[in-house]
């Protein structure tokens, strides 16, 4: 019985001794740069010109894409330094032509990671036009070396490639509802006509008027810029109604990014999968459409090309402007 106890006590000490003790987390190995995808979690993925994310100008590394830019995250494995470390890499285009495709923003082939800080990344703006939307515009980043004698390159994860799908996205476009209310979606400019343009003027807005139970209220809709003028030219676009409906239990505060999540899935081939027939609510079949606010329509332009509106800012009370962004096929 004595030796039991004994045993007792030598297990309790043994185990109390392993709690007190903590894991050393800290990285060991050797330091590397290496390219990093957050989003997938693999080094590669597909990218293009969107309206979903969550910046201006879509080139900070640690955000998604928005608009026609992108990037390239590179990471620092190991100790911070108090120096900053610049990181050499080499471009190879598979299917993608610089200068057409994309373009680099920046440094052509060498990026730096600030002192202090353990990130950077290849910055892009994403040019692929193409009218077929199965092509795949293909480019892949090396890293080389870096400044830095003792921070080496990973060698499992030094490549990294992207493939860029065709698409136009225009961020941040103000629309009155007089004059000045229709765009085009080949350019992204706001005209005051719907035909003689540059560009076929192929999204219009306007206020309507309704009277329902004898209170009459202004709203606003998207609708075909030819039943909008009347000029058998125009564009005749289709809408779908309102896609992408938040559950009840989403709070108004965060529909803007309920309504950005949604978006960031988005790419060519879904885009291209929008109905043109049928009773769906995603189906682009209505000449017009009543907006709300952080809502998400389809549309198909009278040239056949499809592509998503993201409702930014509605008019109040009424009066004022309608903002929106526009994902389009080229």
Not at 37 to 61: E, F, H, M, R
Not at 306 to 313: D, E
Request: hydrophobic share 40%.
């Amino acid at each position: 019985m004595k030796t039991k106890n004994i045993l007792y006590i030598l297990l309790s000490v043994a185990l109390l001794s392993s709690c007190g003790k903590e894991r050393d987390l800290t990285y060991q190995g050797a330091d590397v740069v290496e390219f990093s995808n957050p989003i997938t979690g693999v080094n590669s993925k597909i990218t293009g010109q969107s309206i979903g994310g969550t910046s201006v100008l879509g080139d900070n590394p640690n955000i998604p894409i928005r608009g026609e830019r992108d990037s390239v995250i590179i990471q620092l494995v190991g100790r911070q330094r108090s120096e900053p470390i610049t990181i050499s890499y080499s471009i190879t285009p598979g299917t993608a032509v610089e200068g057409t495709d994309f373009e680099i923003i920046g440094t052509r082939g060498a990026v730096v990671i600030p002192a202090n800080q353990s990130a950077t990344a290849i910055r892009l703006r994403l040019l692929n036009s193409s009218v077929t939307p199965t092509n795949l515009a293909t480019v892949s980043f090396r890293i080389t070396g870096t400044s830095a004698g003792d921070v080496g390159v990973s060698e499992n994860y030094k490549n990294f490639a992207l493939s860029i799908f065709p698409m136009k996205a225009y961020i941040d476009r103000v629309l009155a509802g007089g004059q000045g209310n229709y765009l085009a979606t080949q350019n992204g400019l706001i005209y005051g006509n719907a035909t003689g343009n540059a560009a076929t003027a192929d999204i219009a807005v306007t206020l309507v008027s309704r009277s329902v139970n004898g209170v009459v209220s202004t709203v606003p809709v998207l609708i075909s810029p030819r039943t909008l003028s009347g000029n058998a030219a125009a564009s005749a676009t289709t809408y779908s109604n309102r896609v992408f409906i938040p559950a009840s239990t989403v709070p108004g505060y965060l529909l803007s990014s309920w309504a950005t999540g949604q978006l960031g899935a988005v790419t060519a081939a879904t885009v291209n999968a929008i109905p043109t027939s049928g009773a769906t609510a995603a189906a682009v079949v209505n000449d017009s459409v009543d907006l709300v606010e952080n809502g998400i329509y389809g549309f198909r332009t009278g040239a056949g090309k499809k592509g998503y509106i993201r409702v930014k800012k509605l008019p109040v009370a009424g009066s004022g402007a309608i903002t929106i962004d526009v994902m389009a096929q080229p």
